[in-house]
Each structure stands twice: as structure tokens, then as C-alpha cells.
């Protein structure tokens, strides 16, 4: 059982360069969300999907945006890199938003250079 | 949503119980005491949750005050395994959207 899978885990970008990063959870799960993570920082909530179909901003949208392809997968795309950018990205999921512990993915380390 | 107080670290001697606490005062009746941890550097791993009474599962046991207001989670024979970042989240009607995660308590097991 994979739980939540992300890709890349490492990637290098340059200023002005886009990407985006995939998350995937085999789980049935409903709702999907993308957290950064930087240095003697928490979490910090970056976008959402409630269920399929939907996405909403979190705490920290400014630079990013998000696709919800499936009840399965959820990606953040960033369309021009900014050294902002430069963190440990995390995806989780739940069964629902107020519904059941979050599961999260091994993160992906990006560097914006 | 409330938000939780957590020391910024602490060490336990391995083999010895490790008991972490959390502040969270300002709770509201239908929110739940969630516990993670991070190890390393890896995606956070859930541990336990409660509402009221105390829970013991597998990895921990979570005491939570009758009012409330704290909570202790107790990671009964601590290992060097188990040094990671330890999260205290609450998490009520309103969505994890909502939630904050703070930075945690690290936990350093020491030999």
C-alpha cells in the first residue's frame, strides 16, 4: 500500500523556470492538500481540494497553482520559480476535510537558484 | 481554529518514558487532540488523537486533562527511533484547511 506518492522528490530549477510537482494517494480518499515547509518553520498550508472537482486557497497560494485531475491525484505547479520558492514540499491527504488523520508524502525538495 | 503551545525541545534517556506536553487552552468542545511526528526530514506520520479520554495505541498513549486545556503524549519506552519533531494539532468541525501546525517539540533520545 503506497499511501502518498510524490514526484520529484529533488528538483533544481532557475529563476523564471515552471514545473510541476505530482501527488498521488491510493488511498479513496476525498480531500488532497499541499503544504510547504521551510527551515525552524511548520507547515504551512498552500492549496486544498475539499473533494474532487474543487480546490481553495490555503495560508500561503501566492506563486502557485493547483489541478485536481482526478479523485486520485492533486498537483502544484509553479509557473515561474522564485528563490521564495526554494523549500520541502509536502502533500497529504484525508478522508475528508474534518474526517480522519492526514497522510502525508515523503515531501519534494525544490531549490530555486 | 484554537491553537496549541509546545516546548521547543527536549531529551529523554533511551528505554525511559517520554512525555510530551501541549498546551491548548483556548479548545472548543468538538476539537479533537491530534498528535504527529516528523522524522527527519520525512513527511509527517500520524500517532494518535482524542477528544476527551485518554487513548493508547500501538506507538503511544495521549492523556488529556478532564478540562481539557492539556494534553501529554507518552511514548512508553522511548528509542533512538523515535528522535523526530512532534506536532500537537487541533482539529474540529472545521477542516483541516484550518489547521496550524506549528514547530513542534524535538524530541532527542539520547543513548
Known amino acids: 500500500n503506497a499511501g502518498v506518492t510524490q514526484t520529484p522528490k529533488f528538483q533544481v530549477l532557475k529563476t523564471g523556470q515552471s514545473m510541476t510537482l505530482q501527488c498521488a494517494q491510493d488511498?479513496?480518499?476525498?480531500?488532497m492538500y499541499w503544504y510547504r515547509q521551510d527551515p525552524g518553520m511548520g507547515l504551512r498550508l498552500i492549496y486544498y481540494?475539499?473533494?474532487?472537482?474543487?480546490?481553495d486557497k490555503g495560508e500561503v497560494p501566492n506563486g502557485y497553482n493547483v489541478s485536481r485531475l482526478n479523485k486520485r491525484e492533486f498537483s502544484l505547479r509553479l509557473e515561474s520559480a522564485a528563490p521564495s520558492q526554494t523549500s520541502v514540499y509536502f502533500c497529504a491527504s484525508s478522508l475528508g476535510l474534518n474526517t480522519g488523520e492526514l497522510f502525508f508524502g515523503e515531501g519534494s525538495r525544490l531549490t530555486v537558484l | 481554529d484554537a491553537k496549541t503551545t509546545q516546548p521547543t525541545s527536549m531529551d529523554c534517556a533511551e528505554g525511559r518514558a517520554a512525555n510530551l506536553p501541549c498546551n491548548h487552552s483556548t479548545i472548543s468542545g468538538n476539537e479533537y487532540v491530534y498528535w504527529y511526528r516528523q522524522i527527519h526530514s520525512q513527511g509527517p506520520q500520524y500517532i494518535i488523537h482524542?477528544?476527551?479520554n485518554n487513548e493508547t495505541n500501538e506507538m503511544a498513549s495521549l492523556i488529556i486533562t478532564e478540562d481539557r486545556k492539556s494534553s501529554t503524549l507518552i511514548l512508553p519506552h522511548a528509542t533512538l527511533r523515535d528522535t523526530a519533531v512532534y506536532y500537537c494539532?487541533?482539529?474540529?468541525?472545521?477542516?483541516?484547511?484550518?489547521?496550524?501546525f506549528g514547530t513542534g517539540t524535538k524530541l532527542q533520545v539520547i543513548p
Open positions: 488511498m479513496n480518499h476525498n480531500s
Open positions: 482524542g477528544l476527551k
Open positions: 481540494s475539499a473533494s474532487e472537482g474543487t480546490t
Open positions: 494539532i487541533l482539529e474540529g468541525s472545521g477542516g483541516y484547511q484550518k489547521v496550524t
